[in-house]
T-cell receptor, first 116, second 113 residues
Framework: GAVVSQHPSRVICKSGTSVKIECRSL??????MFWYRQFPKQSLMLMAT?????????EQGVEKDKFLINHASLTLSTLTVTSAHPEDSSFYIC????????????FGPGTRLLVL | DQQVKQNSPSLSVQEGRISILNCDYT??????FLWYKKYPAEGPTFLIS?????DKNEDGRFTVFLNKSAKHLSLHIVPSQPGDSAVYFC????????????FGTGTRLQVTL
């Protein structure tokens, strides 16, 4: 099956610092990658959609200057949480989709961010 | 506006029996549906999907049924196993747009011995 990895799996940082989360598709080329956020006991909330080589499309209410997304290659997308604050603490999950594999999105294991 | 709904937040089933998880949607433009399984602090794992041109798709112990007129889909797991205990999310896509997944709120399945 398709494998998507995320790094780091867990990060603790001080308020005001920036944190970068990597999402990699390991055995396929991802034409599109998605970034989600999950709040406790809630469903996944789509933050943004990124296509390789182009700017990310952000969902309504998501600050693009705060959550910087880069999709530099067909196997790597990064999410940078800039000037993180405690309210940014959450579980961030990426998914990847390859056109050759149809519409199915394959998810990474998630990154737990805790901002102190 | 919750376009994909899973009205049962939890379900308990005995091992060996059938688990039926339900999902309703409101957007008639959705034409592709997926089921994911999720453990706490992990990413969702893809289980099975179905296109709107079909009404049934089967993969091992998992079968998804789609009733387009009722805008309803269900996931059947038979026989249920303790390892199936997890939260199950249904998701829908309008393939004519950006292929964004719209998730339901999830159903927690507990398979008991």
């Amino acid at each position: 099956g398709a494998v998507v990895s995320q790094h780091p799996s867990r990060v603790i940082c001080k308020s005001g610092t920036s944190v970068k989360i990597e999402c990699r598709s390991l055995d396929f080329q991802a034409t599109t990658m998605f970034w989600y956020r999950q709040f406790p006991k809630q469903s996944l909330m789509l933050m943004a959609t990124s296509n390789e080589g182009s700017k990310a499309t952000y969902e309504q209410g998501v600050e693009k200057d705060k959550f910087l997304i880069n999709h530099a290659s067909l196997t790597l997308s990064t999410l940078t949480v800039t000037s993180a604050h405690p309210e940014d603490s959450s579980f961030y999950i990426c998914s990847a989709r390859s056109g050759g594999r149809g519409e199915t999105q394959y998810f990474g294991p998630g990154t737990r961010l805790l901002v102190l | 506006d919750q376009q994909v709904k899973q009205n049962s937040p939890s379900l308990s089933v005995q091992e060996g029996r059938i688990s039926i998880l339900n999902c309703d949607y409101t957007n008639s433009m959705f034409d592709y549906f997926l089921w994911y399984k999720k453990y706490p602090a992990e990413g969702p794992t893809f289980l099975i999907s179905i296109s709107s041109i079909k009404d049934k798709n089967e993969d091992g112990r998992f079968t998804v049924f789609l009733n387009k007129s009722a805008k309803h889909l269900s996931l059947h797991i038979v026989p249920s196993q303790p390892g199936d205990s997890a939260v199950y999310f249904c998701a829908a896509i309008n393939t004519g747009t950006a292929s964004k997944l719209t998730f339901g709120t999830g159903t927690r399945l507990q398979v008991t011995l």
